[in-house]
C-alpha cells in the first residue's frame, strides 16, 4: 500500500516535470524563432542603411558637381569637373566623355588608350542610336562587341546635349561594388548628364547674351557717330541758312528803306497834290512796305540771334516793371478794341534775362492777344513765383488755336489756315523769334489753347534767389 502510494506520488511528479520540460522546450523554441527573427530585421536594417547611404553619396556627389562648377563659364572646364573620384562615387572604376562632333576625348578616368579607340570606333558608327541615358547588357545586340571589348556585362551612357542637340557622349563601366548596375547608378548618371548639360546651355546662353550686349553696344557707338556727322552737317547748313538770310535781309533792308521814305513823302503829298486813285495806290504800296519791313526786321533779328551775332545780356532784372511797362505801351491797342485787362503781377520779382530780348518776347506775345481777341474781349497778364522759376502768362479770350495748329504755330512764316486768321494783318514770324528769344534764356515757352474760347501762353525765366 505504502509503495503503491510512493509509485502514484512519483508518477504524477514525472508526468508534471514532463509537462514543465514541454512547456520550457515551446518556451526555447518561441525564443529561437524572435532570435531568427531580429536577426533578419538586423540584415534588412543593414541592408537599407547601405541603401541609404548609397543614395546620400551620390546626391553628395551631384551637390559637389553643382558647387564646384555653378559659376564656370569654360566648356572645357564643365568637363574637368568629372574626375576619378566622381566616377568611383558614381560606382563604377572606368569612365570617358567623348565629343559627339569630332570624336576627341574630353575625359578619360581608367580606360587604356586602344580601349578608347575601339570605345570610340564603336559609338561612331552607333551614333544615330544613342538617344537617352540607356544600361547596355549583353542582351543588346547592338553593342555586344563593346561590352565583350571592355570585358563587363553593363555599361551606362547617357548623352550631354546643348540646346537639345547632343554635345557629347558620357560611358562609365566596371562596377566597383555590386555586379549588376542599380537604379541608383542609372538615375545618378542620367542627373549628371542632365546638369552637365544644363550648365553647357547656360554657358551659350551667356555667350549670345554678350555677343548681342557687343554688337548692341557697336551699333549704338556707330549710330552716335553717324548722328553725331548728321549735327554738324546740320548745324553747317543751319549757320548758312542764318548767314544767307541776314545778308539778303540786310541787303533788302537799305533799299526798302529808301523806299518807304519815299512812299511816306509822296503819301503825305510832299512832292504836291496826287490825283485820288493814285493816292489810294501810294497807301497800299506804304502799307506793303511796312509790311516787307516787318518781315525784313524780324528775320534778321532771327539769325542774329540763332547765329549768336546780337549781344545777348542775360543779368538780374525787374521783370514785373517790364510787364507794365510793355503792357502801358500796348494799352491804346486794347482800348481801341475795347478789350478788358487784367494784371495779376506781384510787386517785385528779379530773374536774369536779356531785358531788350524779352521785351520783344512780351511785345509780340501781347500783340497777339491783341490782335486775336474780338472786340470787348478780355484780356490776362501775370506772372508766379514757383521755386526757382518765374511763370509769365498772358491769356485772352480770343479765337483759340486747332489742336493740329497748335505743334506748328512756333514755326517761321506759319499762321494758321482760317479765314478770320487770315484776314488779320502778320507776317508768321514773330512766335518763332519768341521761342529763340526764350531758348536762348534755357527756358521753356508753351500753350494751352481752346478754339472758340481762347489761348494761354506761358513762359519761364529763372528768378535770382535772395542773397
Ligand atoms: P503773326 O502773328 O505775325 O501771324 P506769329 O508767329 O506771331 O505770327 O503767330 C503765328 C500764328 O499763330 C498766328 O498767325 C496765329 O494764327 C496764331 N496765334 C498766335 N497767337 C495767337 C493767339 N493769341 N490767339 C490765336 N491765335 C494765335
Redesign the pocket.
Given at each position: 500500500m505504502g509503495l503503491s502510494i510512493y509509485l502514484m506520488q512519483k508518477n504524477q511528479a514525472i508526468s508534471l516535470l514532463r509537462r514543465r520540460l514541454a512547456y520550457l522546450e515551446n518556451t526555447i523554441r518561441e525564443l529561437d524563432e524572435q532570435a531568427k527573427l531580429i536577426i533578419k530585421s538586423d540584415m534588412e536594417l543593414k541592408l537599407y542603411q547601405q541603401e541609404i547611404d548609397d543614395k546620400l553619396n551620390k546626391l553628395t556627389l551631384i551637390r559637389n558637381l553643382i558647387v564646384s562648377s555653378i559659376h564656370t563659364l569654360d566648356r572645357e572646364k564643365i568637363f574637368f569637373q568629372i574626375n576619378e573620384k566622381v566616377i568611383n562615387d558614381l560606382g563604377f572604376k572606368k569612365g570617358v566623355i567623348l565629343d559627339y562632333n569630332n570624336w576627341d576625348i574630353k575625359i578619360n578616368v581608367g580606360f587604356e588608350p586602344d580601349e578608347v579607340m575601339e570605345i570610340k570606333n564603336i559609338l561612331q558608327y552607333k551614333k544615330d542610336l544613342i538617344k537617352e541615358t540607356q544600361l547596355i547588357r549583353p542582351d543588346n545586340e547592338n553593342y555586344k562587341q563593346l561590352l565583350s571589348l571592355l570585358g563587363t556585362n553593363e555599361v551606362l551612357i547617357t548623352p550631354i546635349k546643348v540646346r537639345q542637340n547632343i554635345y557629347a557622349i558620357f560611358l562609365v563601366s566596371n562596377l566597383i561594388l555590386h555586379a549588376e548596375v542599380e537604379k541608383p547608378e542609372e538615375e545618378t548618371l542620367l542627373i549628371i548628364g542632365m546638369y552637365l548639360s544644363q550648365c553647357l546651355d547656360n554657358i551659350s546662353l551667356f555667350e549670345d547674351l554678350y555677343h548681342t550686349k557687343d554688337s548692341l553696344e557697336k551699333r549704338i557707338k556707330e549710330r552716335t557717330n553717324e548722328l553725331v556727322r548728321s549735327l554738324r552737317t546740320i548745324e553747317v547748313i543751319s549757320k548758312m541758312k542764318s548767314d544767307f538770310i541776314s545778308s539778303v535781309s540786310h541787303e533788302l533792308r537799305t533799299p526798302l528803306t529808301s523806299v518807304k521814305g519815299f512812299s511816306s513823302l509822296l503819301v503825305e503829298e510832299k512832292f504836291g497834290k496826287l490825283p485820288e486813285n493814285a493816292k489810294e495806290r501810294l497807301i497800299k504800296i506804304d502799307e506793303n512796305v511796312d509790311k516787307l519791313m516787318e518781315i525784313v526786321n524780324a528775320l534778321l533779328d532771327i539769325s542774329r540771334i540763332e547765329s549768336g551775332r546780337v549781344d545777348i545780356k542775360i543779368v538780374p532784372a525787374e521783370i514785373i516793371r517790364l510787364i507794365k511797362d510793355t503792357t502801358d505801351f500796348l494799352s491804346p491797342q486794347m482800348t481801341a478794341k475795347n478789350l478788358t485787362l487784367t494784371l495779376e503781377l506781384p510787386e517785385k520779382l528779379n530773374v536774369y534775362m536779356d531785358k531788350n530780348l524779352i521785351e520783344r518776347a512780351l511785345t509780340?506775345?501781347i500783340?497777339?492777344?491783341i490782335?486775336?481777341?474780338p472786340q470787348g474781349g478780355k484780356i490776362k497778364i501775370g506772372c508766379k513765383k514757383e521755386v526757382d522759376k518765374a511763370l509769365i502768362f498772358?491769356s485772352?479770350s480770343?479765337?483759340?488755336?486747332e489742336k493740329e495748329?497748335m505743334d506748328k504755330?512756333?514755326q517761321e512764316f506759319?499762321?494758321?489756315n482760317?479765314p478770320i486768321?487770315k484776314g488779320?494783318?502778320?507776317?508768321?514770324?514773330?512766335?518763332?523769334?519768341?521761342k529763340r528769344i526764350i531758348e536762348t534764356h534755357k527756358q521753356k515757352i508753351w500753350?494751352e489753347?481752346e478754339p472758340g474760347k481762347?489761348?494761354t501762353?506761358y513762359f519761364t525765366l529763372k528768378v535770382v534767389q535772395d542773397a
Open positions: 509780340n506775345i500783340s497777339n492777344a490782335k486775336f481777341t498772358i485772352d480770343g479765337y483759340g488755336i495748329a504755330i512756333f506759319y499762321r494758321v482760317n486768321i488779320i494783318k502778320g507776317s508768321g514770324l514773330g512766335l518763332s523769334l519768341v500753350l489753347s481762347g489761348t501762353f
